[in-house]
């Protein structure tokens, strides 16, 4: 399994806790900065998919 899977997982997660924190607490920033960092995981996820993918294909 590729890092940035592992890494982007990790950055979705803490994003939605983020979000979820800023909805409660009623503090829009939070919550944007929550979406953005799950956003970011889930791209950082899908490249390590890819990258996971081609070294799968490489393999005889």
């Keep these: 399994m590729d890092k940035n899977r592992i890494d982007g997982a ?13 909805k409660v ?8 900065d929550g979406q953005a960092e799950k ?10 998919g890819m990258k996971d993918a081609a070294r799968d294909a490489l393999k005889p």
């Design 10 to 22: 990790a950055h979705q997660a803490k994003g939605a806790v983020k979000e979820a924190a800023g």
């Design 25 to 32: 607490s009623g503090d829009a920033k939070l919550e944007a």
């Design 39 to 48: 956003a970011a995981g889930k791209v950082q996820n899908a490249v390590g």
